[in-house]
């Protein structure tokens, strides 16, 4: 009890100090739109705190993908620090006290995941794996998976979800509401001629109005419709943060099907937990 108190002291200094905040990085969706209330209810917003400096601090996403499992970007979390880094579950306002947070038990980052520079990463994905096992409720539920030959492209109806800035240097008003954008995933051929660089196993995103996600976003889910459901197609890794050439970059979820379940339907303890 004393611990759940002292994090909800935590989180509630960490939405509301301004300035204590240091370099903390704020999420953003360019040219989004507030989400329904419980439409993506696998949406967890990433608190980090580096274990270098206490004053460093970032936003993420992730998505829960079981009871003690969340899935995000290796980048995410590289160098977070586990007792002063939390997530919170069933989010949807941030600033309301009905967000559940939560201590983060260990992580397990891809391991080839690499930093190639200019904000381009291979392997980016990690597993969260939770200090308690969540209850499941209609704000709070576990993202579907895609099977490993599933194909989606141009004319899938795809979203992308997360919290923050509304532009460049914007920040969303309170009740900081999620926010939602529909988007679309365009072909590996155009991709690489805006970005040649690009790292293997990866999807990318367009949109025509100069749209998509930023700085903070990423870790969070490419969701599209498949037979009537979303499936968890993509994780945020890169962007250009709305309206330029660059486009995002998503970490292709069904190339990572064996490292993902090898950890979430492994029995007892994962490797290095906390």
């Not at 899935?71 to 006290?97: M, P, W």
């Not at 038990?105 to 520079?117: E, F, K, P, R, T």
């Not at 009740?175 to 040649?196: A, N």
């Amino acid at each position: 009890m004393a611990f759940c108190k002292l994090l909800l002291t935590v989180l509630v200094l960490l939405h509301n100090s301004g300035g204590l905040l240091g370099n903390e990085v704020r999420s953003s969706i360019i040219g989004a739109e507030d989400a329904q209330k419980e439409r993506w209810p696998w949406m967890v917003h990433l608190n980090v705190t580096s274990k270098d400096s206490k004053t460093v601090k970032w936003r993420c996403g992730a998505t829960i993908v079981a009871k003690q499992w969340v899935l995000t970007s290796a980048h995410c979390v590289a160098n977070l620090d586990y007792h002063r880094s939390f997530v919170a579950i069933g989010a949807y306002q941030l600033k309301k006290e009905s967000n559940r947070y939560m201590g983060i038990g260990n992580i397990v980052s891809h391991v080839q995941y690499q930093d190639l520079g200019n904000s381009n990463y291979e392997n980016d994905i990690a597993l969260i794996k939770l200090k308690k096992p969540l209850a499941f409720s209609k704000d709070v539920a576990p993202v579907d998976l895609p099977d490993k030959d599933d194909t989606f492209g141009p004319s899938s109806e795809c979203w992308i979800t997360g919290w923050g800035e509304v532009g460049n240097g914007v920040p969303l008003k309170d009740p900081e509401t999620l926010q939602q954008l529909k988007i679309s995933i365009i072909s590996q051929s155009t991709c690489k001629g805006r970005f040649p660089q690009i790292a293997p196993n990866t999807l990318c995103t367009s949109d025509t109005k100069g749209r998509g996600a930023c700085k903070g976003d990423y870790g969070g889910p490419l969701v599209c419709r498949k037979r009537g459901k979303f499936v968890q197609v993509g994780i945020m890794s890169s962007g250009g943060c709305g309206p330029n050439d660059r486009p995002g970059i998503c970490t292709e979820v069904a190339k990572y099907l064996t490292f993902i379940n090898d950890y979430i339907h492994r029995p007892g303890k994962a490797p290095a937990e906390m």
